[in-house]
């Protein structure tokens, strides 16, 4: 169990109240509260570094070190081969876009894309694009509407010598189904293709090993674990150094450099470097119960996967908690894993629909308690469609994360049964 009083009193947001009454943040799979170490860090930056990049003065050198700092802890984070391999943009969307483009420039009509139904928008928009562009073919990767898990067993048919890139998500941003990444790797591998990772809904809710994963491209966004703004695009250097980019002239033509178009936000850099702050301190605080596990690594990686296994032990009790409490309530309906045994294969995002209430009236019924929640497809537009909820609202979505606690899980049930219990017969 984590010291939770303890981890609370690193996020300011938690300690606010409205109207004496307590907010419950469970909006997390749409943007996490950040962490003092990351307000500190873009603070700092604001105030004391504040410069535009490669200049002869204090204020520029010290702000392109935060930058290289940045570049290194997400490369820690990640477990990244080399900082060179860490690019910073606006946002994942941004970042899938860009690359999407730089890819294709070596693809042909009638090459082939797979992509899955099971995927953010931002993981299906940027390659519908490209395939529509190039002339490509696009290929879906189904999702077993019982459970809500990728179909994996039809990835082998769907793979052949024209295929590109297959686009998947590392966990589910609607249902928190986690994809079992390393054995599609290997499979899209061994027909010749790419593999890109929309990582945006794991990174905050445990270890991430690019070079284990065995992808080619990984994508995330910091403000998804407890940082700014900002996404963050890894890629194998030997890839990157190989691809074309759009950029300006006098930028670097190697990466990451070549890749970072423009004016980055070096405080959004500094907030980065405060998210990584922030998971190191919780694993030196709380990870010592898994250090046996990590005893192979090292340093800040070391410290930092011990932290984020502490997380996810964590969440899982969540999880338990939520989706156990939800089934007892008479009318609710819970989309994706259910079995406990199987909640290593699913992270503690819990979608769910009530019986009488459309999902923005259940969303806008525990608002009103100071219980936030979302409510419709969260840009996981097929999926939705997939479950046949696309006329009806979609669903409504809890996302737990560390920070939150058993009594706010409770908070939460207990509203949901209130609302049934109300519900005319």
Known sequence: MLNLPRIRANFPALSLLDAGQARVYLDNPGGTQVAQQVVDRMTHYLVHNNANHDGAFRTSRESDVIQAAAHSAMADLLNAAAPAEIIFGQNMTSLTFAMSRSLA???????????????HDGNIAPWLAVAAD??????????????????TEQLQQLLTPRTRLVAVGYASNAVGTVNPIAQIAAQVHAAGAL?????????????????????????????????????????????????????????????????????QSHEGLAGVLGAVDYFEWLGAQEGGAHAAQFK??????????????????????????????????????????????????????????????TPRQVAEALGAQNIFVWDGNYYAVEVVERLGLSQSGGMVRVGAVHYNTPQEIERVLQAVEDLAAARKP
């Open 105 to 119: 420039q070596g693809w042909q009509a009638g090459d082939e894309l797979v992509v899955t139904r099971l995927d």
């Open 134 to 151: 190039r002339g490509m073919t696009v290929k879906w990767l189904d999702v077993d509407v019982e459970d809500c898990t990728l179909q």
């Open 296 to 357: 192979q690594l090292h340093g800040r990686r070391h410290t930092l996967c011990c932290g984020l296994a502490a997380i996810q032990a964590y969440e899982r009790t969540l999880s338990h908690q939520l989706i156990e409490g939800l089934q007892r309530i008479r009318g609710v309906h819970v989309y994706g894993i259910t079995d406990a045994q199987q909640f290593a294969e699913r992270v503690a995002t819990v979608s769910f629909t009530l019986a009488g209430y």
């Open 195 to 263: 593999l890109f990772v929309d990582a945006v809904q794991w990174v905050a809710h445990g270890p991430t090993d690019v070079q284990a994963l065995g992808a080619d491209l990984l994508a995330c966004s910091a403000y998804k674990f407890f940082g700014p703004h900002q996404g963050v695009l890894w890629g194998r250097q030997a890839l990157l150094e190989q691809l074309p980019a759009y950029k300006v002239r006098p930028a670097s033509a190697k990466p990451p450099g070549k890749f970072e178009t423009g004016t």
